[in-house]
């Protein structure tokens, strides 16, 4: 993430990038400044909101942040990661109903955002709902299967007694592992 961003030049999709890793750096206004340039770019891509409403949520503004993201949604109502923030603004508010409500709608909305089945395998493990803790556990393996966090998930619901028959799942760890590997073209 550079100090200095110069995004003039650069497509929405480079911006996207940029701002994405400031993000991960929690550098904000670098990250305001690339979602103010998406923003201009075209307002109907929901790329700015979204990256606006992480910095709303560093400012503890979340009624802000949720505006952000209601766009955003409204924009690409089918992309699950912005409901996936959604809900964690939800958790960052302390609103656990409402952000497992919309955490689970991105999840559902795409099989593939791991950190959304992994953030509800953890929740449903704390609970100790070890069943629906290891279905979402295994959907993360399915798309990264090398994520120890999943891996810890399923050997806790395994060791208090979640059978692989009870999730209706036919496969074992290791067998899981290798069809996840051969679906990204690994051998």
């Known amino acids: 993430c550079p100090t200095q961003m110069r995004l003039e030049k650069l497509n929405w ?3 996207v990038n940029l701002t994405s890793s ?4 929690k550098k904000w206004s670098q990250v305001e400044a690339g979602a103010r340039q998406l923003l201009e770019m075209d307002s109907k891509n929901p790329w700015g909101h979204y990256f606006l409403s992480f910095v709303s949520v560093s400012q503890r503004n979340y009624t ?3 505006w952000n ?3 955003a949604i409204e924009l690409a109502p089918k992309n699950a990661l912005l409901k996936y923030q959604k809900g964690l ?5 302390s609103k656990e109903a ?3 409500k919309w955490i689970e709608l991105a999840a559902k909305d795409d099989k593939s955002l791991a950190e959304a089945h992994l953030f509800l395998g953890q929740l449903y493990l704390r609970d ?3 069943k629906l803790a290891s279905q979402h556990f295994r959907e993360v393996v399915r798309t990264r299967p090398s994520n120890k966090e999943a891996w810890n998930g399923l050997e806790i619901c395994k060791k ?3 059978s692989v028959e009870e999730q209706g799942k036919s496969e074992s760890p290791r067998e899981l592992a290798k069809a996840s590997s051969e679906s990204r073209g690994e051998k």
């Open 22 to 25: 400031c993000a991960a750096m």
């Open 89 to 93: 603004v939800y958790w960052e508010e």
């Open 160 to 162: 208090n007694g979640v």
């Open 69 to 71: 993201l209601d766009n």
């Open 13 to 15: 999709k480079e911006i």
């Open 64 to 66: 802000l942040a949720h």
């Open 98 to 100: 409402l952000a497992i």
């Open 128 to 130: 100790y709902d070890y």
